[in-house]
């Protein structure tokens, strides 16, 4: 049985949380959770909620990871601005899906290609960039050549 647990952490850090925990009751669930945690909300969740929440999961992070590389080091009010753009422009939204889908092919072929022990994260997020904004065929070898290079 799967169970949704929502509540507020009372340690050092505080916050709060929403998990979701699979066990045999809500005994079970409580007896995982920190003594010092409160929990607001424990229900069971079906899995039609719980694939919704992961496909959420998954296209928030599509978004930021687009975000994240199209805009790069820019500050927090630009980024969120950008994020807002993304939640309204459906295009831009659409930009997104085709660029992490581009990313995940692009990535496991750039891979073949690298000398993994010299080159260093920045410089193969900037060659996988680099290949999924890549026009044209020569230019798309011109990149995967020159990272097989570094």
Do not use: P
Request: net charge negative.
């Amino acid at each position: 049985m799967y169970y949704l647990v929502k509540g507020i952490c009372h340690d050092e850090l505080g916050g709060s949380f929403e998990w979701v925990i699979n066990a045999d009751s809500k005994e079970a669930v409580l007896a995982e959770l920190d003594e010092t945690d409160e929990v607001v909300e424990l229900r069971e969740i079906s899995v039609e909620e719980r694939i919704e929440r992961e496909e959420k999961e998954i296209f928030d992070n599509v978004k930021r990871e687009y975000l994240f590389n199209r805009y790069g080091d820019c500050t927090i009010r630009e980024f969120s601005k950008a994020q807002k753009q993304m939640g309204e422009d459906k295009e831009m939204y659409y930009d997104a899906l085709v660029d992490y889908n581009k990313r995940m092919r692009f990535k496991k072929r750039l891979l073949r290609f690298i000398d993994s022990n010299v080159m260093t994260l920045a410089q193969f997020n900037k060659a996988l960039i680099a290949l999924c904004d890549a026009k044209t065929d020569e230019e798309f070898n011109s990149i995967l050549a020159k990272a097989k290079d570094n």
